[in-house]
């Protein structure tokens, strides 16, 4: 087997320093607790925080980031906060909508997942002429936004690309593989391509490559069919998905064409479905994103964006980013891990993301014994 690069970051040293920041955050030490005494006059704990997310193609807005942003937010103001969330599935015009009537009502803060992070950046632009500010959340808005929480992005890429390689083993730059790319509307699909062919290009042949419109599963599974019809479906050495859902009708496209060996196939977002394929063999791999450190450190900084409790705010977005808008924007930068079937249990079975009875149904109880899972 080739020997593999070592990746540019470790993701354990990004782990501890973040891991930092969030253990003195959750210990009170930053000061953004739910004691009203120590809200400055800013705002008190009465405030509403706006969230903006972009699509339900994918389960984790819904199943995840929401409800546990609205849960801190309740438990960082003594239950005087709230949140209106809004989901744009997939429509730029719909979420340009969205931040208007927020923008309207006045809420204190708005947390922004952009479907188009170009086309919003004249609404984020409004929101700061009326006061509002505005932190993007998990994609890179353009415009003036205060700040940034996100994962590592070009890191995902990297992951995945690297545990494609390992997952192929011995390849030449004359084997094929194919590239399924996110939504062009959507600056992580680039960061995570960008990350992925760090890793592959020169030590294999990327045959078709595509951009996949709002990242779509069954968009993903047309694109896939063109691919094996071109390239052949026993000349596909391997498949980056850039997430679960794509790779999900990747499979079904191998399928139709008679392919019972699937080739290695990457993911993202640890979906349930793709934990369940990952521990039938179907899937080689996913990106574990810890969620609750996301959007837990979003609704932290928001309450401490309203509530004026500036040095808390440093505190949590001491990383810098580039928009192609704007310099040196407050940022964390939250890491992730590559998901096997090898570490199922030291991730989302023990954040408590999913319990041993939502992956070991029925169809999987065996493949759950055969990996130590009960
Ligand atoms: C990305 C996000 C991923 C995944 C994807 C598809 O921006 O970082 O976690 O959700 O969108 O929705």
Not at 60 to 65: H, L, N, T
Request: some cysteine; glycine content about 8%.
């Amino acid at each position: 087997m080739r020997p593999l690069r070592p990746l540019r970051r470790t993701a354990t040293a990004v782990a501890a320093a973040s891991t930092m920041t969030l253990s003195l955050a959750a210990c009170g030490a930053l000061g953004v607790t739910g004691d009203s005494s120590e809200a400055s006059p800013t705002k008190g704990n009465d405030l509403t925080v706006g969230l903006l997310l972009p699509e339900t193609a994918n389960t984790r807005y819904d199943k995840f980031d929401f409800p546990i942003i609205r849960s801190k937010v309740l438990e960082l103001t003594d239950k005087q906060g709230s949140v209106v969330y809004k989901n744009a599935d997939a429509d730029a015009g719909k979420q340009e909508t969205q931040l208007e009537q927020m923008i309207a009502d006045q809420v204190d803060v708005i947390l922004l997942d952009a479907v188009d992070a170009h086309a919003i950046s004249g609404g984020v632009q409004k929101a700061k002429d009326a006061g509002i500010p505005v932190i993007a959340y998990d994609r890179l808005a353009e415009g003036p936004i205060d700040a940034y929480v996100s994962f590592d992005n070009e890191l995902v890429g990297e992951v995945q690309g690297r545990s494609l390689l390992e997952a192929m083993g011995e390849v030449d730059s004359s084997d094929k593989i194919v590239m399924m790319n996110g939504s062009p509307t959507d600056p992580n699909a680039k960061q995570f391509k960008a990350g992925a062919l760090s890793e592959l290009n020169g030590s294999v042949d990327i045959a078709k490559s595509y951009d996949t419109k709002d990242w779509k599963p069954e968009n993903a599974q047309a694109n896939m069919a063109a691919a094996i019809k071109s390239i052949g479906a026993n000349n596909i050495k391997g498949v980056y998905s850039a997430n679960d859902g794509m790779a999900g009708g990747v499979i079904k496209a191998l399928e139709a064409a008679g392919v019972t060996d699937l080739p290695p196939i990457t993911g993202q977002d640890a979906e349930l479905d793709a934990v369940q394929r990952i521990l039938a063999g179907e899937q080689f791999m996913s990106v574990y994103k810890s969620y609750p450190q996301e959007a837990e450190s979003a609704a932290e900084m928001a309450v401490a964006k309203v509530q004026g409790h500036d040095i808390q705010f440093e505190a949590l977005a001491q990383d810098q980013v580039d928009s192609p808008t704007d310099k040196k924007i407050p940022a964390l930068l939250v890491p992730v891990v590559a998901l096997t079937k090898q570490n199922i249990k030291d991730t989302v079975l023990a954040d408590g993301i999913y319990e041993v009875s939502d992956i070991c149904t029925a169809q999987y109880k065996s493949d759950c014994s055969a990996a130590g899972i009960k």
